[in-house]
């Protein structure tokens, strides 16, 4: 796990990252921790499904991140049917170490080079949401094409369940 140094090197890692649009100081910091989807809606006070989580896979021998609304699930047929394998997520020295970010701060900026990242149809149905950045107690608000705009992601997927109406 991640010591209070390295998250605070994370953190300054995505600060940095947004820094040149300009955005950094959209970058919300809170007192409790935002770790987990549930944490998260509590610390922002919003909606769950509106936080946006990111899942690190290891798929064949590089890392793909999905960034999916909270209320969102990985449906495996769906997974192995985009990307040819079976969903096995990274166990936390994987993520750390392949992604560039600690579980809890996992997030689609500023992430490792290699690293794919993928946008679920789970998210359009918000005009904002919420991602991490990069410790366990931060958060950027961001629109859908902001999203687009700064996670240098490959394309948008159909791989998620239990959240459509």
């Given amino acids: 796990m991640l010591g209070k140094r390295g998250n605070h090197m994370a953190i300054e890692k995505v600060r940095a ?15 409790v921790s ?11 006070n919003c909606a769950p499904e509106r936080i946006a989580k990111t899942l690190s896979f290891k798929v064949n021998d590089h890392c793909v991140l999905i960034v999916a609304a909270g ?31 600690a579980v809890g701060g996992v997030c689609p900026f500023a992430v490792n080079e290699g690293v794919k990242i993928y946008l679920d149809e789970s998210l359009k149905r918000f005009t904002t949401v919420f991602p991490a950045c990069g410790s366990s107690n931060s958060a950027i608000e961001l629109t859908i094409p902001e999203l687009e705009q700064y996670t240098n992601y490959g394309e948008w997927v159909d791989i998620c369940k239990d959240w459509r109406e």
């Fill in 17 to 31: 990252y947004f820094r040149q649009w300009g955005m950094e100081g959209r970058i919300l910091e809170f007192e």
């Fill in 34 to 44: 935002s770790a987990t989807v549930e944490l998260a809606a509590k610390a922002l």
């Fill in 71 to 101: 209320d969102a699930r990985i449906d495996n047929q769906k997974f192995k049917g985009k990307f040819g394998t079976k969903a096995k997520m990274l166990s936390p020295e994987e993520t750390e170490k392949l992604v560039g970010h």
